[in-house]
């Protein structure tokens, strides 16, 4: 699992701003073709049961507007199963999903929600959208996705974010070895949550990470420097990261 590293740009919070007024400016799919213009790889938006961002009708545009592939964050629902099996995106990524949170909370329950969720994902798989778990840094997780049958993870990078010192230390730690670990076993490893530019690299580093997913972050940054601008810097820091490894790995 070598590469380059993939960048999906998740454009939630573009709907975000969007609705805090309604109408229709900012458009998400506007920033999605603007995404790509930047350097991205792929497209997320997270469909929420509250539809407090994203809506249905983004989700449609979307599948029928941009040319990246779409990364549909979804909770594991008999409703966002059916909008999945209709939009066709390139890959679903199911996630934890709780009414009252602001943001995602923490990873999926691969282990405890095994007989809920292996028929979902089987379902998916049937209709050829290659499916994720969003999970943490954790091996019993990970055995249990390999179990279920979802080809790729993410790994939370939530708590690594917000840790500073000797415990983002210790959180990075964990998920160096939780994505050697996917690896060793046949999954493709993802990562994304709160990342930003003083934080992306070390995890742009790790060499069995494929794809970084970053969203709140650059639609923040973009309100000082614009969203292409914002996405070019990271796509930058990602390169440069994956550059020092490849370099270490020829030298040795």
């Known amino acids: 699992m070598r590469g380059k590293l993939r960048l999906g740009v998740n454009i939630d919070h573009v709907a975000t701003i969007r609705n805090a007024r309604g109408g229709l400016h900012p458009d998400p799919v506007r920033a999605a073709k603007l995404a790509a213009t930047a350097g991205a790889d792929g497209i997320t938006a997270h469909l929420r049961e509250d539809r407090r961002h994203i809506s ?5 545009r979307l599948s029928r507007e941009i040319d990246l592939p779409l990364n549909f964050e979804m909770a594991a629902t008999e409703e966002m199963l059916a909008i999945a099996l209709r939009a066709k995106p390139h890959a679903a990524c199911i996630v934890p999903e709780k009414r ?19 028929p979902m994902i089987a379902r998916l798989t049937d209709a050829g959208i290659r499916v994720s778990l969003f999970i943490e840094a954790d091996k019993r997780q990970l055995d249990a ?11 939370h990078t939530g708590a690594y974010c917000e840790a500073q ?21 046949g999954l493709e490893c993802h990562a994304g949550h709160g990342l930003a530019y003083d934080s992306v690299t070390p995890i742009a580093a790790i060499p069995s990470v494929m794809e970084l997913n970053i969203g709140h972050f650059l639609v923040g940054e973009a309100i000082f420097i614009g969203l292409e601008a914002a996405i070019s810097r990271m796509r930058q820091a990602m390169d440069e990261a994956r550059g020092v490894v490849a370099s270490k790995a020829g030298a040795r």
């Open 145 to 155: 996705a390999r179990t279920l049958g979802a080809p790729v993870i993410e790994i």
């Open 56 to 60: 249905d009708f983004d989700i449609e």
């Open 100 to 118: 009252e949170e602001r943001t995602t909370e923490g990873g999926l329950d691969a282990v405890g929600g095994h007989n809920h969720l292996k």
């Open 165 to 185: 010192g000797a415990e983002r230390a210790q959180h990075l730690k964990r998920i160096v070895e939780a994505a050697a670990h996917a690896e060793a076993i």
